[in-house]
Each structure stands twice: as C-alpha cells, then as structure tokens.
C-alpha cells in the first residue's frame, strides 16, 4: 500500500501546477483522500480534501477559488490543481488517505498512509 506524490516544482507568482497523488495497493475511490502541506519552520496544515465516494471537495480558506482537488479512479490517482499560486502557498505537498468522517478532514491522526511529498517553490 502506497502513496507516491509528484507534480512539485518551481514556479512564479500567479502560476499553476498540478499534483499527482498516485496510489497502489489499494482502490482509490474507498478512501479519503487529502492534501496537506507543510512550510518551513511551521506545522504542516490540511489544504484539501476529497472524500470517498463522494463528489464533494473541500477547501482551506486560503486556498479556495484556486486549487481543485479531482479524483480519476481508473488511474488509481489524484489530483490537486493549483492556480494563481503564490508565495505563501511555498511548501511540501503531501497526499493521505484515510476514512476521515467531515468533521475529521483536518485531523492528521485520521490518515494512515502518506505520500513522500512534493517541494512546491513560489518564487520570481
């Protein structure tokens, strides 16, 4: 059972990059899948959620109206588009799954599997 995450990057501000969250050893659409990242110096923070077998997505605040998060189940991965990208939005990147109910998306101890992560670099 894996998560490998990729799609990572240096890119300038008001850019874009797609995430890939790629999952083996398990059926994607069983789980929940989310996203999280974590800054330099900081804890890391939960940024998006898909949940599974469900169509909706879920936000942090900071990040709505600019990424997407998308799930292709054929292709056993998902994905976190990002635009307009900025310099706070620097960080790693990592993907998790879990059975999270809504109320537990941001509760990093409801994953048990986690991609590697991904170094996402704003910068002119």
């Known amino acids: 059972v894996q998560l490998q995450a990729s799609g990572g990057g240096l890119v300038e501000p008001g850019g874009a990059l797609r995430l890939s969250c790629t999952a083996s050893g398990f059926t994607l659409d069983s789980y929940t899948i989310s996203w999280f990242r974590q800054a330099q110096g900081k804890e890391r923070e939960w940024v998006s959620t898909i949940r599974h077998g469900a169509k909706m997505a879920y936000y942090t605040d900071s990040v709505k109206g600019r990424f997407t998060i998308s799930r292709d189940n054929q292709k056993s991965t998902a994905y976190l588009q990002m635009n307009n990208l900025k310099p706070e939005d620097t960080a790693i990147y990592y993907c998790?799954?879990?059975?999270?109910?809504?109320?537990?998306?941001?509760?990093?101890?409801?994953?048990?599997?986690w991609g590697q992560g991904t170094q996402v670099t704003v910068s002119s």
């Open positions: 998790a799954r879990g059975r999270a109910v809504l109320s537990e998306i941001r509760d990093e101890k409801k994953y048990y599997t």
